[in-house]
């Protein structure tokens, strides 16, 4: 499926819009909230399984027995034991999905920390566009009415100078009020070119800004749909280990995550919620220097030099107008390589797509995450939790690595820089 990308999908209706801007907050809005639900469901989850495990225990404590003996009395000492140890395994259990609680809580900071950057960015750059587009529109209006006036001015000199009761003073005075007139609109038009030359420049900066922004906000919906799936995920795995009954219905849990789909989630948002797939047009410039022009007849008399100033800045503008912004947006989140001898599916488990990482070095050690199980001679098998030294790092995904005196392939998205979780994951490995 071709992933949707968010820039290329809110941007506002008109100029001075922010539908596509409040659809993408509304949008992280809505993430947050998602990331606060899941974790308010884990907590009740995890102080339930605290409780249910100190009952268990207090039941073992005081189930005595005492009085039986021989075979009945082990068996009965025996039931108690094995009620005090799944009291203790519940208990143990409360404390991972603790841990899973703290994991949670330093994602949706760092993942705050990134919007609030960008949004500060993008509120600042919106803010300039709109107080620029507002000067340019006052400058535009006031240039209009400048250049009416000097319409006006000739049509009075014309009647003045038709009329035979005027006088050659009043003539002159008529026509002194149209030069007058005629440098007023100048200037006027002079301040309207240079209020859209400002405004071009903010538009651009704008709509640079925005696409970054939308870049960010698209990987940080990328990020925190993969971060709860897979939080999901090991909350179904810690559960099934219980007993048969309750794995079988994690299964159906777990079947409708194998669902979830990052690009379908985000396709879906932008098909629903997407505002316009292009940035409005620019705010063209108009002559209104022409319509007095052309109505003064013989009696105009604008300066040439002026008009040619005025055509000079026209074409300046009309060239920043025509100005392209290329963004950068061929680089994939994700790199989709896999090894053509093993397939794409490693130990039971399709390996996902490798998010973008920081450039490595040879010989920096890295964290198993995930156990892998060599499937080739030149490959290498790692347990969660070992830690391997890379030789080197292959396009394809595969980067040799040596453990213990071993040299070997592995994934690359099976490693990290950061250690796995200290707690055993059952069921499906690697997710």
């Not at 006006?152 to 030069?179: F, G, N, V």
């Not at 007993?243 to 098909?271: A, G, H, M, P, S």
């Not at 292009?278 to 022409?290: D, L």
């Not at 800045?313 to 025509?322: E, F, K, P, T």
Request: hydrophobic share 35%; glycine share 6%; net charge negative.
């Amino acid at each position: 499926m071709t992933p949707l990308m968010f820039k290329d999908a809110f941007w506002g209706t008109d100029f001075t819009s922010r539908d596509g801007y409040d659809a993408l907050l509304l949008r992280l809005k809505d993430g947050r909230q998602m990331c606060k639900d899941v974790e308010e469901l884990i907590k009740m989850r995890a102080l339930a399984e605290e409780r249910y495990g100190r009952d268990l225990m207090m039941i073992a404590h005081k189930a005595k027995g005492l009085t039986e003996i021989g075979t009945l009395r082990t068996s009965f000492d025996e039931l108690k034991a094995h009620i005090e140890s799944i009291g203790n395994f519940h208990i143990h259990l409360s404390d991972v999905l603790q841990e899973e609680i703290r994991r949670i809580d330093l994602f949706q900071e760092k993942q705050k920390g990134q919007r609030k950057n960008f949004e500060a960015i993008l509120d600042k750059v919106m803010k300039m566009k709109s107080s620029c587009y507002k000067k340019t529109m006052e400058s535009k209006i006031h240039c209009k009415h400048r250049c009416r006036e000097v319409v006006e001015a000739e049509k009075q000199a014309e009647k003045m100078s038709a009329a035979a009761s005027s006088t050659p003073k009043l003539i002159e005075k008529a026509y002194q009020k149209i030069q007058r007139c005629r440098r007023i609109a100048a200037e006027s038009e002079d301040l309207y070119l240079g209020n859209i030359v400002q405004l071009e420049a903010a538009r651009q900066d704008w709509v640079e800004t925005h696409q970054s922004s939308c870049e960010v906000f698209q990987q940080l919906e990328t990020d925190r749909i993969s971060f709860l799936r897979c939080a999901l995920w090991d909350h179904c795995n810690h559960f099934s280990m219980q007993c048969v009954k309750d794995d079988e219905i994690y299964e159906e849990v777990r079947k409708v995550l194998e669902k979830c789909d990052i690009i379908t989630d985000n396709n879906y948002f932008i098909q629903m919620k997407g505002t316009s797939s292009s940035p409005p047009e620019p705010v063209m410039f108009q002559n209104h220097h022409s319509q007095w022009d052309s109505s003064r007849g013989s009696l105009s008399n604008l300066s040439s030099a002026g008009r040619s100033a005025a055509s000079e800045r026209l074409s300046i503008i009309q060239g920043a107008l025509g100005s392209n912004v290329t963004v950068n947006d061929d680089v994939p989140p994700y790199s989709d390589s896999t090894r053509p001898s093993t397939g794409s599916s490693l130990n039971g488990v399709t390996i996902q797509p490798s998010s973008s990482r920081e450039s490595v070095s040879t010989g920096d050690s890295y964290w198993v995450v995930y156990k892998y199980i060599a499937q080739n001679e030149d490959e290498l098998s790692v347990s969660r939790g070992e830690v391997v030294q890379l030789m080197e790092q292959g396009e394809d995904g595969w980067w040799k690595v040596v453990k213990d005196g071993e040299v070997g392939l592995v994934p690359g998205n099976y490693l990290s820089f950061d250690p796995p979780l200290t707690h055993t994951h059952t069921g499906i490995e690697g997710l």
